[in-house]
């Protein structure tokens, strides 16, 4: 007799997930390196930004008080600084120091006036300004802490490092950065129709491509892969590689054999290894026989040895972890409305997932329109798929232009908790 399983609704499985995602540890790597990897400590502004008063623009320094309202004002050019030099000589009145942008205010000095608005004139070898308005103390001025004030949070611990966090790193000395330690995680494929790459088909068989997309989806999320190759349909050569790549890994994924067929081996491998299953069905599709257990709180994800099935089981429980147990604070990924360019009338009882690209309509909504053939077992459709278009359960199918919640795959920014509020789409 075969199994029976109960279907849980995804939120529920993705919540009995996260809480066995646990907490890394901290290293330190160089700048360059840290591209990506997630801050383990929140970055504070340790001086103000900019450190001390300068100019935006190539021109004079000047004491705006000498300016007046008055017409043809002469100033005596005492001086010249390029970004890096300082001028020493404080300020007497009626003098100009010629100021390159990015150079500091020199002491007494209050504005600065553009190359393009001032005379220059020579008498006796001498160098000359004249400016024919007034200024105000502060024109043209860049402030110190204009832009960032000692002391402030600029970036919370747990955030993923992109361009503009290098550039504060840089800006507040990191030379080296405090990061989560990837977690490692295990890869193995099992499947007695898997050929290796580079053997050439046989009559029934196929390539093993789902280790080599869930290695690139283990990047994406930000986390380091093992990878154990691809095993027969034996429960004893199973078992023992999963015993074995249990002890080198922070969790495991292995792919194919968790349903209810005759050489499916994984449930019985569960329990051989006295894991608790937090879940055998989930009420998805694609991606209902996903499998999560746990064994001493280390987590084995059974994801289905269907392409499309396994793709969307990792972006949906595997991902979280990753980011979660590296601090990030919105580990999910981000849910959008968006118009649906398609209809998709396969009515289902579960939740579909469906791959999809993302676009534009006319009028600058968000569109989403299906990434080709969506059957679990698709392989094609993902190469295009930079979104999941949500479509809930138990209608009659969808049609172009209804309202619908999509999942961003290459967003990293995230989510909290997508899974509230997904109504039946509308119009
Ligand atoms: N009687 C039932 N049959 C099936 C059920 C069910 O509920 N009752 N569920 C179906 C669903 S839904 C899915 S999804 C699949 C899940 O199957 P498994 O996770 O056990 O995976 P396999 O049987 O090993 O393989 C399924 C399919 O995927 C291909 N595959 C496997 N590994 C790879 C790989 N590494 N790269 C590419 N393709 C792979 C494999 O050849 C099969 O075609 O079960 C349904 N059946
Ligand atoms: O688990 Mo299967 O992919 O629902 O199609
Ligand atoms: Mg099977």
């Known amino acids: 007799m075969i199994e029976k399983r109960t279907p849980i609704p995804v939120g529920d499985a993705v919540n009995r997930v996260m809480k066995f995602a646990g907490t890394g540890k901290i290293e330190w790597v160089p700048i360059k390196q840290a591209y990506g990897r997630f801050l383990a400590e929140d970055l504070i502004a340790d001086h103000d930004i900019p450190a001390f008063d300068r100019s935006p623009y190539d021109g004079f320094a000047i004491r705006s008080e000498d300016t007046g309202s008055k017409k043809n004002v002469m100033l005596k050019v005492v001086g010249e600084i390029g970004a890096g030099s300082l001028h020493a000589k404080p300020a007497e009145p009626f003098e100009a120091v010629r100021i390159m942008t990015g150079a500091a205010i020199p002491e007494g000095f209050d504005a600065v006036v553009m190359l393009e608005l001032v005379k220059e004139h020579s008498i006796e070898g001498k160098k000359f300004i004249e400016l024919n308005r007034a200024y105000n103390k502060g024109d ?207 009515a289902n009882p579960f939740m579909r997932f469906v791959r999809a690209r993302i676009g534009f309509e006319e009028d600058g909504r968000i569109s989403v329109t299906p990434s080709g053939f969506n059957k679990s077992s698709a392989v094609s459709s993902l190469a295009d798929a930079d979104v999941f278009i949500l479509l809930p359960g138990g209608t009659r199918g969808y049609e172009k232009g209804m309202l619908v919640d999509a999942l961003l795959l290459n967003d990293v920014s995230g989510s909290e908790w997508p899974w509230e509020n997904i109504v039946p789409s509308y119009r």
């Open 140 to 346: 043209n001025v860049s402030f110190k802490g204009e832009d960032t004030r000692e002391g402030t949070v600029l970036v919370k611990k747990g955030t993923p490092v992109n361009a503009g966090i290098s550039a504060l790193l840089a800006t507040f000395g990191y030379h080296s950065v405090p990061v989560s330690v990837k977690p490692v995680i295990g890869v193995l494929a099992t499947g007695s129709e898997l050929l290796d790459v580079e053997e050439a088909l046989e009559p029934g068989k196929i390539r093993n491509s789902n280790a080599y997309m869930i290695l690139s989806q283990i990047e994406r999320a930000g986390a380091e892969a093992l990878y154990f190759g691809k095993l027969e349909d034996n429960f004893n050569s199973c078992y023992r590689t999963i015993q074995t790549a249990m002890k080198q890994v922070d969790l495991l994924i292995t792919t194919g054999g968790v349903s209810v067929g005759d050489y499916d081996y994984l449930p019985a491998i569960y329990e051989k290894l006295n894991a608790s299953v937090l879940f055998n069905k989930v009420a998805m599709r694609p991606g209902s026989v996903t499998t999560v257990a746990e064994v001493n709180g280390k987590l084995l994800f059974g994801l289905s040895g269907n392409p499309s099935a396994c793709y969307v089981g990792f972006e949906l429980f595997v991902r979280p972890v990753i980011r979660k147990e590296q601090g990030n604070e919105l580990p999910h990924l981000k849910k959008v409305k968006a118009v649906l360019g398609a209809d998709f009338k396969k």
